[in-house]
Every structure is written in structure tokens, then in C-alpha cells.
């Protein structure tokens, strides 16, 4: 494994101890701004890796300081952060809003997991 690949993204090896093969991060906006979402997605060698690092996120309550992300974008940090896996897969996801935006915040969240969690539950499904 080439710890390099998510180093950057890891800043506590939570995902190096568990063998992360490759991780991504990806940033959405929504309510003209108000509403900013992060989204991590990583890949495990198996279903009990994902699994594993899922709950000793949620385990520790310390998944805002586990990962770095871009501090840049995400503003008046609203502390919803939601470690979830499926298959070999962890979706960690983190909602950043302002007032304007706090009253549509977990909607927005509740579609993106949604959407997320259908994905990967059937990317590698055989035909």
C-alpha cells in the first residue's frame, strides 16, 4: 500500500491502520453557498477493513480531527460528521452551514447518503 496516496487526507492513520488502498475528497455547495458539504470516500481491501474504521470513528467521537480537510471551504463548522461503510467502501460525510442554510442542512445530507450508500451498495454487484 502507498500510504502517500492518503496521508494528505489521514491526519490521525486512521485510514493507514486500516489498510485504506486509496481514499478521495470531494466538495459540494448548495443554498447559494450556505450549505457546504464534504464528502470522503475510501477503499478497503475487504468488507471488515470499511467496517472496522467505521466504527472506531464513530467509537473515538473524534472524526472532525481524523481526517484533514479543506478548512478553506468548509466555514462556521456545523459538527455533523457520519462515518458509514458499504461493501469495502467508508463515505465519510461532513455538513458545514450558516444560518441561512442550517434549516436545510440535514436534507441535503439525507439525499447525498442516500445517493452515496445506493451507489456503492450496487457498484459491484455481478449481473
Known amino acids: 500500500m502507498d500510504v502517500r496516496i492518503v496521508r494528505p487526507l489521514d491526519a490521525e492513520g486512521v485510514l493507514a491502520d486500516h489498510d485504506c488502498e486509496r481514499a478521495v475528497q470531494l466538495a459540494y455547495s448548495a443554498k447559494s453557498g450556505h450549505v457546504k458539504i464534504l464528502q470522503i470516500m475510501a477503499s478497503f481491501p475487504t468488507e471488515q477493513d470499511a467496517k472496522s474504521?467505521?466504527?472506531?470513528?464513530?467509537?473515538?467521537?473524534?472524526?472532525?480531527?481524523?481526517?484533514?480537510?479543506?478548512?478553506?471551504?468548509?466555514?462556521?463548522?456545523?459538527?455533523?460528521?457520519?462515518?458509514?461503510?458499504?461493501?469495502?467502501?467508508?463515505?465519510?460525510?461532513?455538513?458545514?452551514?450558516?444560518?441561512?442554510?442550517?434549516?436545510?442542512?440535514?436534507?441535503?445530507?439525507?439525499?447525498?447518503?442516500?445517493?452515496?450508500l445506493r451507489y456503492f451498495g450496487q457498484r459491484d454487484r455481478i449481473a
Do not use: E, N
Open 53 to 116: 474504521t467505521a466504527t472506531r470513528l464513530l467509537q473515538g467521537r473524534r472524526t472532525d480531527r481524523a481526517f484533514t480537510w479543506k478548512t478553506s471551504y468548509i466555514h462556521g463548522y456545523y459538527g455533523r460528521v457520519l462515518p458509514v461503510w458499504s461493501k469495502s467502501y467508508l463515505i465519510v460525510t461532513v455538513v458545514s452551514t450558516d444560518k441561512t442554510g442550517k434549516p436545510d442542512a440535514m436534507k441535503f445530507l439525507a439525499y447525498l447518503m442516500s445517493d452515496r
